[in-house]
């Protein structure tokens, strides 16, 4: 956690629609229960790490309701952590507390497919430009520095196109400034060429924790997380099934009318002008 962070471990109990929310709120503030002790060892294990934790026990008619509502009413909340156990597939994805929440907080959202965190030395995070991209990567710095590991931040090129990769490194390089306001000396960078970017990814992955470890990949939503089918999009989603280490996947807020006009421009940009003849392949070099 950031120095000037604070954070709150909440418990969400669901209340069928006889009860009132008001007298199950009092009956859980005023009885001892299992939920308490649980909050209880949460704060009590964020406190010997020095980290203080306020605990919230709240009743509500469904879990993802409670967690939004609990969100809008306290107000400048900057992220929701939540966690999934097992695979992505559509009939878990869809309808669940977790996808509601990541498509309805108005606050940036991560979520954690865990297959334990132990020591966190080495961080992966793999990059486009886009808004997710950056958080995740102001999240992965955030994690390895605060837990005295590496970053490696990641690009993953197309196979067949012609690169040039010293611009491509420029350009990574350039990104981790812009968002970290420096560069790191615990920063890394690589560029790697596959004809499948969630394959690039996971070669990577593998690649470092063979040699080095790699503890944790980070990693941003892609443009189709607002599909209910997925929780942060294909490529995410297939990163956080087929990786050898735990995967923390993020999604940045936006209000919609932006999030909307950012896709409909990338898309806009992608499709050739039927206006402009095609471009005559440069002559070779020599």
């Known amino acids: 956690a950031r120095e000037e962070s604070t954070l709150a471990a909440l418990f969400v109990v669901e209340i069928p629609t006889a009860t009132p929310l008001e007298l199950a709120q ?92 132990g020591d966190i030395k080495h961080v992966l995070v793999p990059v486009g430009g886009g808004p997710h991209a950056r958080l995740a990567l102001r999240l992965a710095w955030d994690v390895a520095r605060v837990e005295k590991g590496s970053l490696t931040v990641l690009r993953i090129l197309p196979a067949g196109d012609r690169v040039d990769m010293e611009v491509e490194m420029d350009v990574l390089r350039q990104l981790v400034e812009d968002v970290l306001g420096e560069i790191p000396r615990e920063v890394g960078f690589s560029l790697k060429r596959n004809a499948s970017v969630v394959e690039g990814i996971l070669a990577e992955a593998t690649q470092s924790t063979e040699q080095a470890g790699c503890d944790l990949i980070v990693i941003g939503a892609s443009e189709e997380w607002f599909l209910k089918s997925l929780l942060f999009g294909s490529i995410p989603d297939q990163v956080a099934d087929g990786a050898p280490c735990s995967v923390l996947m993020v999604r940045k807020y936006e209000p919609a009318a932006v999030s909307w006009l950012r896709r409909i421009i990338k898309r806009s940009s992608l499709r050739p002008s039927p206006t402009t003849p095609p471009a005559r392949p440069a002559p070779a070099a020599g």
Do not use: F, H
Request: with cysteine; net charge positive; hydrophobic share 40%.
């Open 26 to 117: 009092d009956i859980l503030d005023r009885q001892e229960n299992g939920r308490k002790a649980l909050l209880k060892r949460v704060a009590d294990c964020a406190y010997e790490q020095g980290v203080p934790v306020r605990t919230l026990l709240r009743a509500a008619r469904g879990v993802s309701s409670g967690i939004l509502g609990v969100a809008e009413a306290r107000g400048g909340v900057g992220l929701i952590l939540m966690g999934w156990r097992g695979q992505l597939t559509t009939q878990r994805v869809r309808g669940s507390v977790v996808k509601d929440v990541v498509y309805g907080a108005r606050c940036d959202v991560a979520v954690l497919r865990d297959r334990g965190v």
